[in-house]
């Protein structure tokens, strides 16, 4: 079973940058993307960005277009969030998931294994 584990989540004041990481073991067989979902309190998990493994077709949220890149290096097998231009809406347990199946890549139901989570706090 795929494991991931996301990290680099943390404390941010308006306009700064992070960059999440989530390294998956066994990732090179079996996944066709990766993505990025994140839960604000109170709300449902959201589709923020994903990217094909194979070919690194991606797509963004609008809300998130321009200001975060996905990205993935298939040596480390580990898939890359990183976000500039924060703003206190951006605050969210932020998750990795990854879909063994094709998907369309905003789609929630689309992914069937999850990270536990990373907390990314804008403070404004």
């Known amino acids: 079973q795929v494991q991931l584990l996301e990290s680099g989540g943390g404390l941010v004041q308006a306009g700064g940058c992070l960059r999440l990481?989530?390294?998956?073991?066994?990732?090179?067989?079996?996944?066709?993307?990766m993505g990025w979902f994140r839960q604000a309190p109170g709300k449902d998990r959201e589709f923020v960005a994903g990217i094909t493994w194979h070919y690194g077709s991606t797509a963004y949220s609008n809300s998130v277009k321009g200001r975060f890149t996905i990205s993935k290096d298939s040596v480390k097998n580990t898939v890359y969030l990183q976000m500039n231009s924060l703003k206190p809406e951006d605050t969210a347990v932020y998750y990795c998931g990854a879909a063994r199946s094709t998907t369309l890549l905003h789609l929630l139901e689309g992914y069937d294994t999850w990270g536990q989570g990373t907390q990314v706090t804008v403070s404004s």
């Open positions: 990481s989530c390294p998956a073991s066994e990732l090179a067989f079996g996944i066709y993307a």
